[in-house]
């Protein structure tokens, strides 16, 4: 005769990610969305220090002289923006992180969870380029369910948290 697995067995035999069983209007579950929102931020500001810095030194110092030369040659300012962009789509494209997101354990992959292809990392970059000129890229979020940004919904990528082997 089998034993029939008591309560807690079944309970602790469903693997259940915690955040399932968390109500969502509960106050944990708004602060892990701030929390995620601030690891986004965070990312993007290592980013900025880690490839767009020396990208603007160089360019400032190295190629134009000075940063008087370099406030009066847009087109200067356009080579940074859009090497930094190209830089920060190798990256995604390579290993789904960038310095940043690799720094906050975040990956950027398609919605199906596949890589992102560099042409595609390259349109979303722009895409987000383009929406926080215009600011639509940061109130996005905060009237959607699944709190993607613009540049997310166009080119079907979510940022999600890497799982530690």
């Known amino acids: 005769m089998k034993n029939k697995p008591t309560k807690w067995r079944k309970i602790k035999s469903q693997k ?10 509960s106050f944990f579950f708004q602060t892990l969305k701030e929390i995620y ?8 500001i290592t980013d900025l220090f880690m ?22 040659n847009q087109s200067s300012i356009f080579i940074c923006v859009s090497l930094y962009g190209i830089i920060s789509a190798l990256f995604i494209s390579i290993s789904s992180q960038t310095p940043g997101l690799r720094y906050m354990n975040l990956m950027a992959v398609r919605t199906k969870g596949t890589k992102i292809g560099f ?17 639509i890229g940061l ?3 905060f009237f959607r369910k699944d709190k993607k940004c613009l540049h997310d919904i ?3 990528t979510i940022v999600i948290q890497k799982i530690k082997n």
């Open 37 to 44: 929102a601030f690891a986004r931020i965070k990312a993007f």
């Open 51 to 72: 490839i767009y810095t020396p990208i603007l030194y160089i360019v400032t110092y190295l190629i134009l002289g000075g940063a008087t030369e370099f406030r009066h």
């Open 16 to 25: 259940q990610h915690p955040l399932h069983t968390i109500p969502k209007k």
């Open 139 to 141: 109130f996005t979020p």
């Open 119 to 135: 042409l595609r990392a390259l349109i979303r970059f722009f895409i987000w380029l383009i929406g926080v000129t215009f600011l």
């Open 154 to 156: 166009v080119c079907d």
